[in-house]
């Protein structure tokens, strides 16, 4: 792809104005749910609906075709019938539009051979007129900072704009990427659902991110290409450029069947996909909730290097167990749980003692409870001093501190965690895992997430995260 054609596809995520085809006064219809997911969403570009009824949506005119648009228009989303996509894409080409995304379904993922023929004689009619097409089969392009929400929603929910920007073959696991986005503060600068990519496709997403400024983390869940060769090319180019994570669906033979009838792909064994992405020097992710914790990690922390991690837990009681779970977890993902410097342990003896405490690594700080919160917070910032901790993982049962310290107490050793990247040398992690005092919980979750400090529910997450973040071949 070429610098031009990289500046273009800008207008996929920035249009000046938006045509929604199949956007009827019936607001329960897809196309009249993108009309006021935009409004609620806040994109100040041109929005013009059109359906041959005519009539309104949401204070805006309906125009009855393309043509009848009064001003340019850069972006298409099409919600119509198979049987008139070529119809449409003729009235684009005549409008000279700029993008078609189709949202309409059943071409080659069908496996019938005329779906297969549909889809090519789109693409004769598009490329003929200098037209590109997204899709189909999609939910099309995403992107906070212009107001464009996520799909035919009419919620407009968007999150906050950051640097985070993804790539799906799949609708519905781009907008569930996006609804953990909101949720734990993972905050997307641009995102794309690219569907059968007949024309447009991952890779040119990918490459287009590998050179956006405003792109520092990209993610991207595939389930398979019509050109192997040149989507290894786009990963190459994106990972040496951003850090950046894939999961590729289809692993199995089941998922391969099934990737076929949902986005026509073509999948390739697991093997082969597992070592192409290792030579492109990007980390795989293997469901969801991977890719989730990857971009967290990468999004708060930046790209690092941790083997020897140091572990704190029994903030007010429970540590021991953690202690062993917790190196279980990580030694099981490649991480390192090294003693405490002799040091290290010498000053936690004598601040407070070794009775009921464990200070090898990981570390039951309890009994430092009984000497005031602020010997719990000093009894973290020991450990995290240590010379031989590259990063620190903080287990915390919000539950179990509420019942032991107090929540006035518990908000104190949370504020200070809140501060402690910045007086530390070693990235903070924190485990706070779901417990019987949720609704106290969240707001904890909440905190640390806003203060840069990824946040996981279980110790093993949190350590299979770090592991593919960190101890990716260089």
Known sequence: MSQRERSELRAVFHPRSIAVVGASSDERKSGSKWVTGLLAAGYTGAIYPVAASGGTIAGLNIYRSLSDIPGNVDYVVASVPAKSVLQLLEECVAKRARFIQFFTAGFSETGSSEGARLEQRMLDIAHAGGLRIIGPNCIGSFCPSAGIQLGPTPLGKIGVPGAVSFISQS??????????????????????????????????????????????????????????????????????????????????????????????????????????????????????????????????????????????????????????????????????????????????????????????????????????????????????????????????????????????????????????????????????PVGSAESQRRPVEEDLLAAGIPVFPTMARAARAISLVSLRPS
Request: hydrophobic share 45%; aromatic share 6%.
């Open 171 to 432: 609708g519905g696991i781009a907008a569930k990427l996006l609804e953990y986005g909101v949720a734990r503060h993972i905050n997307f600068n641009e995102g794309i659902s690219v569907g059968n990519s007949i024309d447009l496709d991952a890779g040119d997403f990918l490459e287009h991110f590998a050179n956006d400024p405003g792109t520092r983390v990209i993610g991207a869940y595939l389930e398979g290409t019509r050109d192997g060769r040149r989507l290894f090319s786009s990963l190459r180019k994106a990972g040496a450029a951003k850090s950046t994570v894939v999961w590729k669906g289809g692993r199995t033979e089941a998922g391969a069947a099934a990737a076929r009838s949902h986005t026509g792909s073509l999948a390739s064994p697991a093997h082969v996909w597992s070592a192409m992405l290792r030579q492109a020097g990007v980390i795989e992710a293997r469901n969801l909730e991977e890719l989730a914790d990857c971009l967290l990690l990468l999004q708060q922390l930046g790209p690092f290097r941790a083997r020897n991690v140091g572990i704190v837990g029994g903030l007010a009681d429970g540590g021991g167990g953690i202690s062993v779970s917790g190196s279980d977890a990580c030694n099981d993902n490649g991480l390192a749980v090294p003693p405490l410097q002799e040091e290290t342990r010498r000053r936690l003896f004598d601040f407070i003692g070794e009775v009921g405490a464990i200070l090898r690594n990981p570390v039951d700080v309890s009994p430092a409870q009984f000497k005031g919160v602020d010997a719990i917070c000093e009894s973290i910032r020991m450990v995290a001093s240590d010379s031989g901790i590259e990063l620190l993982i903080v287990q915390e049962d919000v539950d179990i501190m509420h019942s032991f310290l107090g929540i006035d107490e518990t908000r104190i050793v949370n504020a200070f965690l809140a501060r402690l990247p910045h007086e530390i040398r070693p990235p903070l992690v924190v485990v706070l």
